[in-house]
C-alpha cells in the first residue's frame, strides 16, 4: 500500500492511499510494520525510496522483524502447502502469516493478484481457524475507507 502514495500512473488508488494515509497520521490506527515492508521501500528507485521514507516518518508504526520468526515461517509455509499463494510470492505469505501472528485485525493493501482477493482470504481463514488464531481481514484502501462511511 505504502508505494501508492506516489504512484502517478493509478491516481484513484493513489488518491485513496493519501486519504488513508491522513487517517493513520492522525493514529486512528494503530499501525504495524515488517521489516520486509521496510525491505520493499528500500528497493524503490530514487526519488519514491526517499519520498516514502518521508511518508513513514510522519506516522507512528510499531516494527516487528517478520522474518526469522519460526511461527511465522511455519505459516508462511502452511500458505504454500496449501496452494493458497506460491513460493514465488513468499514475501507476501510473510506479510500475511506475520500480521495473524502478530494478531492483526486487517491487512491493508493494493495487491489484488496475491492478497486482496477470494481465494487468498478463504485460504487464509481456514489456516486460521484451524491453528485457533484470530480473524482477519484484507481489505484495500478503498474498501477500508468505504466501511467507514
Given at each position: 500500500m505504502i508505494s501508492h502514495l506516489k504512484q502517478d500512473d493509478v491516481p484513484e488508488k493513489m488518491q485513496d492511499t493519501m486519504k488513508f494515509w491522513e487517517k493513520i497520521k492522525k493514529n486512528t490506527y494503530e499501525i504495524l510494520l515488517s521489516n520486509v515492508t521496510i525491505g520493499e521501500v528500500l528497493k524503490c528507485l530514487e526519488p519514491k525510496r526517499s519520498l516514502l521514507r518521508d511518508y513513514l516518518n510522519e506516522i507512528k508504526y510499531n516494527?516487528?522483524?517478520?522474518?526469522?520468526d519460526e511461527e511465522i515461517e511455519i505459516m508462511a509455509q502452511q500458505i504454500?502447502?496449501?496452494k493458497i499463494l506460491t513460493q514465488k510470492s513468499y514475501d507476501d505469505c510473510l506479510h500475511i502469516a506475520g500480521a495473524?501472528?502478530?494478531?492483526c485485525d486487517i491487512i491493508v493493501s493494493w495487491?489484488?493478484?496475491h492478497m486482496v482477493n477470494i481465494k487468498t482470504i478463504?485460504?487464509?481463514?481456514?489456516?486460521t481457524n484451524l491453528g485457533n488464531y484470530g480473524n482477519i481481514d484484507?481489505?484495500?484502501p478503498s474498501m477500508l475507507l468505504e466501511s467507514e462511511d
Amino acid at each position: 500500500m505504502i508505494s501508492h502514495l506516489k504512484q502517478d500512473d493509478v491516481p484513484e488508488k493513489m488518491q485513496d492511499t493519501m486519504k488513508f494515509w491522513e487517517k493513520i497520521k492522525k493514529n486512528t490506527y494503530e499501525i504495524l510494520l515488517s521489516n520486509v515492508t521496510i525491505g520493499e521501500v528500500l528497493k524503490c528507485l530514487e526519488p519514491k525510496r526517499s519520498l516514502l521514507r518521508d511518508y513513514l516518518n510522519e506516522i507512528k508504526y510499531n516494527l516487528v522483524d517478520f522474518e526469522n520468526d519460526e511461527e511465522i515461517e511455519i505459516m508462511a509455509q502452511q500458505i504454500i502447502e496449501n496452494k493458497i499463494l506460491t513460493q514465488k510470492s513468499y514475501d507476501d505469505c510473510l506479510h500475511i502469516a506475520g500480521a495473524v501472528v502478530y494478531g492483526c485485525d486487517i491487512i491493508v493493501s493494493w495487491n489484488f493478484k496475491h492478497m486482496v482477493n477470494i481465494k487468498t482470504i478463504k485460504g487464509v481463514r481456514a489456516i486460521t481457524n484451524l491453528g485457533n488464531y484470530g480473524n482477519i481481514d484484507i481489505v484495500s484502501p478503498s474498501m477500508l475507507l468505504e466501511s467507514e462511511d
